[in-house]
């Protein structure tokens, strides 16, 4: 459906599917399958969900979905506990429902990547249930990080690690053993020393990649293989170790061993398959992740974590577009995820307190988030208005550029989540401290007047806010002025306008103020500060996130221009 001033949407070409680098400058949306859609009613979004919002994502125009988990799991942490990789969550719909939705997906031009949860499988994979019964020095054991405790009687855990959630990363079994986790206890790290380990994963690589399957994204890469020889480091050895390649838990050069053995059965398919490495590391080291022998590209969560800030922004964009160029790769933007507080809330609320490794220190109380809260108080309006233009920005630039679920409408983080309605482990192992990251994973909504907001026909798994009405996509879809339609066109106008990964800065006379141009003549310029911003004589943007002020660019604001 094309909306007042909106140009004829142009859909991807069906025709187009086959081309082998079609990754480089994607655009890709995130969907969480369990909040996305609910076909059948239970409160939890599902494939066949996803299926029946087809035109959604065609109508958007976007080039492939990632698809987050939906694999058999018991949920402790959002599905990224994996109890089979090779088969569908039965409340999710079925291995037939998932070869339904990539040939619609296919058929309407769209590409599809699943994610990959290789660090670690869910406490109720059946390896792990068979090492529980199989005792130590079993096999099965040998599959996963089994130590003995320390202590006169072992019952103290063999060493003093935190895991990423909070709390002790060793969990005992009732024999006495202790068995390592990076993230929850119901998260058991695998040992990447295994052979039977590395070979389980080249079969599920294969088996998606055969069902059609276009991409992966590869969770938590950096941390896969581990070198744990005795005498293993205290917690502040581990931490005052260098993260050179040579770490004991992280960023390992022999971690792209394994990739190594990947990109071969990505490149034996045709055309080969993609993959986008979730790797947390030293940026300098990103290009080993995103070089074509390895995983082919990796993600840059730079913005994740800056404020709305022309000196941030430029220099963000300066660093990961060397990094693609050393890697041979493209780079990729993120500015929001299942993992963040959205950027329409983040942006109203203060600049972030930084470290001194620039990193924001800031913890978000809830408070921070509801509207009318406690000081400092969240600007809902303005940060709509920064996310808008922030959103333009990312979408001008060479690269790929990451849309998740719901940013298109131009959500807010969901606060009003009871405490007995959390569901994310974050939030319970450091409760009032870090609220976890339900509120961005709150289902989705479709409709204004529909229940639950036309999610689906029962009360959906993470409840629901009134305000979800006036930011649902059906009062949106008509409206020349809401964030749909500026996604919608926008996408429209980046598929006309796309040219070579490069860009070239053009002085503006203002350091609140960028402006960058593309090899075919778009420009972008957005407008960080607040006082209104000239616009070159003539100068009649195709695409703005805000209307102009005359022929000035208000504050907080981006336009797009076709050649300038
Ligand atoms: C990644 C995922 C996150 C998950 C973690 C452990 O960071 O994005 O959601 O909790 O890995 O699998």
């Known amino acids: 459906m094309t909306t007042a001033g909106t140009p004829a949407l142009q859909t991807a070409d069906p025709q187009q599917i086959e081309l082998p680098e079609w990754w480089r400058q994607a655009v890709v949306y995130q969907v969480y399958p369990r909040s996305f859609?609910?076909?059948d009613g239970d409160g939890i979004g599902d494939l066949p969900g996803i299926?029946?919002?087809i035109d959604h994502l065609r109508e958007l125009g976007v080039d492939a979905v990632w698809l987050s988990p939906f694999y058999p799991s018991e949920l402790a942490d959002g599905g990224y506990d994996v109890a089979d990789y090779r088969d569908v969550d039965p409340r999710l719909g079925t291995l037939e429902d998932f070869d339904r939705l990539v040939d619609a997906l296919h058929a309407a031009g769209i590409r599809i990547v699943v994610d990959i949860v290789p660090n670690h499988t869910s406490d109720q994979h059946a390896w792990f249930q068979e090492a529980l019964a199989a005792g130590r020095g079993s096999a099965a054991r040998e599959r996963y990080i089994f130590r003995d405790g320390t202590g006169p009687d072992g019952s103290e855990p063999p060493t003093d690690w935190v895991s990423v959630f909070g709390g002790p990363a060793w969990e005992r079994v009732a024999d006495g053993q202790w068995y390592f986790h990076n993230f929850a206890v119901e998260q058991p790290d695998l040992n990447w020393d295994n052979p039977e380990v590395r070979a389980d994963f080249v079969r599920t690589l294969r088996f998606w990649a055969d069902r059609g399957v276009d991409g992966f994204r590869i969770?938590?890469?950096?941390?896969?293989?581990?070198?744990?020889?005795?005498?293993?480091?205290?917690?502040?050895?581990?931490e005052s170790l260098p993260r050179d390649g040579h770490h004991p838990l992280i960023d390992r050069d022999d971690v792209h061993e394994v990739y190594a053995?990947?990109?071969a059965v990505f490149d034996s398919y045709d055309p080969p398959r993609a993959a986008v490495a979730e790797a947390w590391v030293d940026p300098a080291r990103i290009p080993l992740y995103a070089r074509a022998e390895s995983l082919g590209q990796a993600f840059n969560f730079d913005l994740l974590e800056a404020d709305f800030n022309a000196g941030q922004f430029s220099r963000i964009v300066g660093s990961n577009l060397l990094l693609a160029a050393e890697s041979g790769s493209s780079t990729t933007w993120v500015l929001s995820n299942h993992d963040v507080v959205r950027h329409a809330t983040r942006y109203g609320l203060p600049d972030a307190e930084r470290g001194e490794d620039g990193r924001p220190v800031r913890k978000h109380g809830n408070e921070?988030?509801?509207s009318g809260g406690t000081t400092p108080q969240l600007d809902r309006a303005r940060g709509l208005r920064r996310a808008r233009a922030a959103s333009l920005f990312v979408l001008g630039l060479p690269g790929s550029a990451y849309i998740y679920q719901g940013e298109e409408l131009g959500l807010h983080e969901v606060a009003e989540i009871p405490d007995a309605q959390r569901q994310d482990p974050t939030f319970f192992r450091s409760p009032g401290e870090d609220m976890g990251r339900d509120g961005c994973r709150v289902p989705l909504p479709w409709s204004a007047d529909e229940p639950f907001f036309g999610?689906?026909?029962g009360a959906p798994h993470l409840p629901q806010p009134s305000w979800f009405a006036e930011a649902s996509a059906s009062a949106q879809a008509g409206d020349p002025t809401s964030t749909l339609t500026l996604y919608r066109d926008a996408l429209a106008l980046r598929r006309r306008l796309q040219t070579a990964e490069t860009l070239e800065w053009i002085e503006t006379g203002r350091e609140d103020v960028l402006r960058f141009r593309r090899p075919s003549g778009w420009t972008v310029i957005t407008n960080f500060g607040t006082e209104p911003f000239d616009l070159p004589e003539g100068a009649a943007p195709v695409l703005t996130s805000a209307p102009l002020?005359?022929?000035r660019l208000p504050g907080e604001a981006t336009a797009w221009f076709d050649a300038l």
């Open 51 to 53: 299926l029946s919002r």
């Open 219 to 238: 969770d938590v890469a950096h941390m896969l293989t581990k070198d744990l020889t005795e005498p293993l480091p205290s917690r502040a050895e581990l």
């Open 455 to 457: 999610f689906g026909s």
């Open 37 to 39: 859609a609910d076909a």
């Open 549 to 551: 002020d005359g022929g």
């Open 368 to 370: 921070w988030l509801l």
């Open 261 to 263: 053995e990947w990109r």
